[in-house]
């Protein structure tokens, strides 16, 4: 018995199965990438734990401005550290602090007193906020930047911040968002968009076939 459909391609059928599995493709292949550019920062951040013991300097302590967290406006506490035995600093991102009702009160920063063990992740700048006019100075401030602080103030500062991540009871609020969030996601939607590229060619195949 002879079937009643023949293998017979239509033009349009196969133009857009064409485009259609070439995005899913090109999709999925960036989703591939944004998710091993995620892995690899993550291992790169994980090399980069480091340590120290000093003296906070709580009069240099700078609060970068609009912070949030869970949706509440904040600051970020930035704390020269002195290094113990010897007259170098390394600026350290403390933490997260609520900022108070009114933007016209500080809040109030609770700085341990004497040497403590400071132990985070060493990253090279501070990350930049979009500033509007000439650079801050004061304790409220958009950015920061390593060398320029160190000139204001005459600190000696090593070209680092320490982000950090150990627990010392001052009230702040160390939730940093992890390097590699979102992973998961990157590879889902990736194995989402190469089947959306195999489904194209399945009903590109589907359509050739035409009643005789």
């Given at each position: 018995?002879?079937?009643g459909?023949?293998f017979r391609?239509?033009?349009?059928?196969?133009?857009l199965?064409g485009?259609?599995?070439?995005?899913?493709?090109?999709?999925?292949?960036w989703q591939?990438?944004?998710?091993?550019?995620?892995?690899?920062?993550?291992?790169?951040?994980?090399?980069?734990?480091?340590?120290?013991?000093?003296?906070?300097l709580p009069?240099h302590?700078?609060?970068?401005?609009?912070k949030?967290r869970?949706?509440?406006?904040?600051?970020?506490v930035?704390?020269?550290?002195r290094?113990?035995?010897?007259?170098?600093?390394?600026?350290?991102?403390?933490?997260?602090?609520a900022?108070?009702?009114?933007?016209?009160?500080?809040?109030?920063?609770?700085?341990?007193?004497?040497?403590?063990?400071?132990?985070?992740?060493?990253l090279?700048?501070?990350?930049?906020?979009l500033q509007?006019?000439d650079p801050?100075?004061?304790?409220?401030?958009?950015?920061?930047d390593?060398?320029?602080?160190?000139?204001?103030?005459?600190?000696?500062?090593?070209?680092?911040?320490i982000?950090?991540?150990?627990?010392?009871?001052d009230?702040?609020?160390?939730e940093w968002p992890?390097?590699?969030?979102?992973?998961?996601k990157?590879?889902?939607?990736?194995?989402?968009?190469?089947?959306l590229?195999a489904?194209?060619?399945v009903l590109?195949a589907v359509?050739?076939?035409?009643?005789?």
């Amino acid at each position: 018995m002879r079937s009643g459909y023949s293998f017979r391609p239509r033009v349009w059928a196969l133009v857009l199965a064409g485009l259609a599995c070439a995005a899913g493709i090109a999709l999925g292949h960036w989703q591939t990438r944004r998710a091993e550019q995620k892995k690899a920062l993550g291992a790169e951040l994980a090399a980069k734990q480091i340590a120290a013991r000093g003296t906070f300097l709580p009069q240099h302590s700078v609060l970068l401005d609009n912070k949030l967290r869970h949706g509440r406006p904040g600051y970020e506490v930035i704390t020269p550290l002195r290094l113990a035995d010897s007259d170098e600093h390394v600026l350290v991102n403390r933490g997260w602090i609520a900022a108070p009702p009114t933007r016209d009160v500080l809040p109030q920063v609770r700085t341990p007193q004497g040497e403590v063990q400071v132990a985070g992740i060493a990253l090279e700048r501070l990350p930049r906020a979009l500033q509007m006019g000439d650079p801050s100075r004061g304790t409220i401030r958009q950015n920061l930047d390593i060398k320029a602080y160190g000139e204001e103030t005459g600190l000696r500062l090593r070209p680092m911040v320490i982000e950090q991540h150990s627990a010392i009871d001052d009230g702040l609020i160390r939730e940093w968002p992890r390097p590699d969030a979102g992973i998961e996601k990157h590879e889902s939607y990736a194995l989402q968009w190469y089947s959306l590229a195999a489904l194209a060619v399945v009903l590109a195949a589907v359509f050739s076939f035409r009643k005789k």
